[in-house]
């Protein structure tokens, strides 16, 4: 009966200090979670497609007032990540019909938006009013979800990044698909409001509440370069 109760306090001791453990290495603060040491800024899909009047969702008639306003915040937020060291990659979708399965054109035909875009080498396809600067990392994806069959994983964890700045077009497809397959994959998520876009208010706040309840951290621009500025002064 002695040896049963000391091996249940040696365990109960054992799994204290393991949950201890594991809440000290929280990243419980926007702070802490982007830190230079700890994140990197995923820029989803800002390219002319789905950004300028001449793009393809331009000439559908999409609001693109959204996108227009939230970019110099964008421009703020890369600007602001390089000068503080942390990683910059951008994301770009190509769509040639050889990625595309039977399951992609059905959609389009059921909603009548069978235009071909972001095609390889096009003018669609190049980054809007954003673009890398040499040696910044660019993921080319051919689904919604930056992290669907891409090297963005593989080189998040090569440089031990634990947190994902999501911010780009469209908020409630693109955006937050990457969001949460980056939840999925065990990464905090700071989830860009005002450097993020799509064509409908209510699709964009609705996207961004929802990351915010079940997949990560809402932010705004402010609050991050101030973290950063807080970080730099350490």
């Not at 799994?15 to 990243?27: P, R, Y």
């Not at 964008?74 to 390089?82: S, T």
């Not at 096009?122 to 890398?132: E, I, S």
């Not at 990457?178 to 208010?201: E, G, I, L, Q």
């Amino acid at each position: 009966m002695y040896v049963t109760w000391f091996l249940t306090l040696i365990f109960q001791n054992m799994q204290l200090h393991t949950e201890t453990t594991l809440q000290n290495q929280f990243l419980r603060t926007l702070g802490d979670k982007v830190a230079p040491e700890n994140a990197a800024l995923v820029v989803v899909d800002v390219q002319n497609e789905f950004c300028a009047d001449d793009g393809v969702f331009g000439k559908a008639g999409n609001d693109l007032s959204m996108v227009q306003e939230m970019l110099p915040n964008l421009q703020r937020l890369i600007e602001g990540a390089r000068a503080a060291g942390v990683p910059v990659i951008f994301v770009q979708a190509i769509y040639d019909p050889q990625y595309l399965p039977p399951a992609w054109h059905e959609r389009n035909a059921r909603i009548g938006f069978e235009t071909p875009r972001c095609l390889s080498g096009t003018w669609g396809a190049d980054f809007y009013k954003v673009a890398p600067m040499p040696g910044e990392a660019v993921v080319r994806k051919h689904r919604y979800s930056a992290f669907v069959d891409t090297e963005l994983d593989l080189i998040l964890r090569s440089q031990q990044i634990r947190t994902v700045i999501v911010a780009g077009v469209a908020t409630n497809i693109c955006v937050e698909s990457t969001a949460r397959d980056a939840f999925m994959k065990d990464y905090y998520v700071v989830f860009m409001d005002d450097a993020s876009a799509t064509y409908k208010k209510e699709a964009h706040e609705a996207a961004v509440a929802n990351v915010a309840l079940a997949f990560g951290t809402a932010a705004t621009v402010g609050e991050v370069l101030d973290a950063w500025s807080l970080h730099s002064k350490k």
